[in-house]
């Protein structure tokens, strides 16, 4: 789904379409929709959309067929909704797509343990979280796939211990820090004594207590000084943004709640939003952004939910 797709006329069309699918029409719906497309020429082009993202969802239709299986409690209607949505190209459909599918250790939406290693380390892991290890005798390689965990570093002098995620590394120097990887941004954060972080693009900087600093793409941004308590907040199933982009907010939420949050339009996705939310009620918070922000959610049964400039 293209940009276009956060005309309003268009997302009508949209509803329109899912509606005339179901089963249990009736006529008099039959007959607002036959009004609605006669009433402007736009409401036609804009059917003809809907009909397109229909056609490239049918290719799909076997694998989408399987899902709503294994969703019963699902209406046809906002399976359907939510199905188009991810035909017109909003971001990845297949969970076989997703980064760490054979990963070593794992958690499910919402889930969040601590994972003890063969070493003496920890890492407490977060919602949607993914690694694998590869120890070897002279050093502890950490592949980090998404997600985010805190690690307590066991000390070890003669094996570095390392942790690659999104092109970078980082390698810990007797440390406690946490380590998040969301939307190809990855932030470092560091509790206890220091690491020395590096990107592919072989920038790196040693980062002390009590500082942070981000890396995407191979280039390492500035270090700030870090508010703890906001970086460990997940640890107590809440999640605080300060100033953040709307669409790395939504990026965040998306891994506390099962199904798909889609941004339909870039240019809310800049919008800054400063906030607390319980990582157990994202719905709540999703709600809170659009009463907030002035914004327009369509839920689909929670298996997608859109988000688009309102009016």
């Known amino acids: 789904m293209s940009e276009d797709a956060t005309d309003p006329i268009v997302m009508e069309a949209l509803e329109w379409f899912v509606r005339m699918r179901d089963d249990k029409v009736t006529a008099v719906e039959r007959q607002a929709f036959e009004a ?3 009433a402007d020429d736009a409401h036609a082009a804009a059917w003809k959309h809907a009909q397109a993202l229909w056609a490239r969802f049918d290719i799909m239709q076997p694998e989408f067929d399987r899902l709503r299986r294994g969703r019963s409690l699902l209406s046809r209607r906002n399976f359907t ?3 188009i949505a991810l035909a017109g190209g909003a971001g990845g459909l297949y969970a076989a797509g997703q980064p760490g599918l054979f990963a070593e250790y794992t958690t499910d939406i919402g889930e969040r343990r601590t994972i003890g290693l063969q070493d003496g380390s920890s890492v407490e892991l977060g919602s949607y979280s993914a690694f694998s290890t590869r120890f070897t005798e002279s050093e502890r390689h950490i592949e980090f796939y998404r997600g985010e965990g805190f690690f307590d570093v066991s000390p070890d002098p003669s094996r570095a211990f390392l942790v690659h995620a999104g092109g970078g590394t980082t390698r810990a120097l007797g440390t406690k820090f946490d380590l998040k990887f969301v939307d190809d ?8 004594h220091a690491v020395q972080v590096q990107t592919e693009g072989l920038s790196n900087l040693r980062l002390e207590e009590g500082w942070q600093v981000s890396y995407a793409g191979g280039r390492l941004g500035q270090p700030t000084q870090a508010s703890l308590d906001t970086v460990e907040a997940w640890r107590s199933d809440r999640i605080v943004f300060q100033d953040v982009p709307l669409r790395r907010v939504l990026a965040e939420l ?7 949050i889609i941004l339909m339009s870039s240019g809310i996705g800049d919008i800054p939003v400063t906030a607390i939310f319980e990582t157990k009620h994202t719905g709540n918070a999703l709600r809170t952004i659009a009463d907030t922000l002035g914004i327009r959610l369509i839920d689909a049964a929670n298996y997608v939910t ?3 400039r309102a009016g």
Do not use: K, N
Request: no cysteine.
């Open 36 to 38: 609605w497309l006669a």
């Open 81 to 83: 909704l939510g199905a």
């Open 185 to 192: 941004l990855v932030t470092v954060a560091v509790s206890e």
């Open 254 to 260: 998306e891994r506390y709640r099962h199904g798909r």
């Open 306 to 308: 859109l988000v688009y």
